[in-house]
T-cell receptor
Framework: NAGVTQTPKFQVLKTGQSMTLQCAQD?????MYWYRQDPGMGLRLIYY???????DKGEVPNGYNVSRLNKREFSLRLESAAPSQTSVYFC??????????????FGPGTRLTVL | GIQVEQSPPDLILQEGANSTLRCNFS?????LQWFHQNPWGQLINLFY???GTKQNGRLSATTVATERYSLLYISSSQTTDSGVYFC???????????FGTGTRLLVSP
């Protein structure tokens, strides 16, 4: 099993450009998440998908859109990139949110720089 | 929303030493997890521990939910323990986690 995979690993954009970050998991998990990590601020939840066909806003959703394409894939789109969106983006998945033993599994991250 | 605070922010240890990392949270939680981010950026879940005590090898964690804190113990530290340790919590049943700012640990040989 590859676990959670993310593409691309690195990306440089100019202000105003758009791009989509891809995430896929092969663990048959129900829920998927997108976080951003900025220096000294820990991780912050952007959007999540509790199950296939549903998406909801997290802590910092402005400037982003998401699509839960199917059970395996959850993409994050920046329609008009801004320098404030320079960050490392992590995708995660979990099997049964709310279950007492559930845990989140993270992808390797995408380092995005917006000039 | 819930606030999650971790201490200390930085910790330097000699190999073989023990350490305790603390996580305070401002609200009752149904979900609390500890993660390790290695120097290459990979995040690994260590414990799912909204209450009680768990142990996994040299690591153990205790959450006292009534007093709103959790502790992560690292015994006989190794250089591979270096990285950032995050605590994350959620007051709801769903994993809408709020992360602390982490404790950066450096274990020197």
């Amino acid at each position: 099993n590859a676990g959670v995979t993310q593409t691309p690993k690195f990306q440089v954009l100019k202000t105003g450009q758009s791009m989509t970050l891809q995430c896929a998991q092969d663990m048959n998990h129900n829920s998927m998440y997108w976080y951003r990590q900025d220096p000294g601020m820990g991780l912050r939840l952007i959007y999540y998908s509790a199950s296939e066909g549903t998406t909801d806003k997290g802590e910092v959703p402005n400037g982003y859109n998401v699509s839960r394409l199917n059970k395996r894939e959850f993409s994050l789109r920046l329609e008009s990139a801004a320098p404030s969106q320079t960050s490392v983006y992590f995708c995660a998945s979990s099997a049964n949110p709310g279950a007492r033993t559930d845990t989140q599994y993270f992808g390797p991250g995408t380092r995005l720089t917006v000039l | 929303g819930i606030q999650v605070e971790q201490s200390p922010p930085d910790l330097i240890l000699q190999e073989g030493a023990n350490s305790t990392l603390r996580c305070n949270f401002s609200d009752s939680v149904n979900n609390l997890q500890w993660f390790h981010q290695n120097p290459w950026g990979q995040l690994i879940n260590l414990f799912y521990i909204p209450s009680g005590t768990k142990q996994n090898g040299r690591l153990s964690a205790t959450t006292v939910a009534t007093e709103r804190y959790s502790l992560l113990y690292i015994s006989s530290s190794q250089t591979t323990d270096s990285g950032v340790y995050f605590c994350a919590a959620s007051p709801g049943s769903f994993q809408k986690l709020v992360f602390g700012t982490g404790t950066r640990l450096l274990v020197s040989p």
